[in-house]
């Protein structure tokens, strides 16, 4: 299977803003559900959010209100922008489909650092 593609992480100010970009081949994403993962220093990569083929989501409390996920069949891409940053924010970012996950990307690094 052909790993995702994430971009777009960086480092931002705490209350900034960042829009990731996910790019996944037709045969990762084509009708599936998509996840977005973050891992934390440290930590286990942590679910927090999922867009479903159709557009219906899911998001974990702890960004619940503050990001948005969209996906672009066409494109084979999926979004995540996130607002209202804070400094538990930090970690990389990855994406993969819901169901018979593939091999996982590189990720991308958020830091949300003053």
């Known amino acids: 299977q052909v790993q995702p593609v994430e971009s777009g992480g960086g480092l931002v100010q705490p209350g900034g803003s960042l829009r990731l970009s996910c790019l996944a081949s037709g045969s990762i994403f084509s009708t599936y559900d998509m996840n977005w993962y973050r891992q934390a220093p440290g930590k286990q990569r942590e679910w927090i959010a999922l867009?479903?083929?159709?557009?219906?989501?899911s998001y974990a409390n702890s960004v619940k209100g503050r990001f948005l996920v969209i996906r672009d069949n066409d494109k084979n891409t999926m979004y995540l922008q996130m607002s209202s940053l804070k400094p538990e924010d930090t970690g990389v970012y990855y994406c993969n489909r819901h169901l018979n996950p593939v091999p996982w990307g590189q990720g991308t690094q958020v830091t949300v650092s003053s």
């Open positions: 867009i479903s083929y159709a557009g219906t989501t």
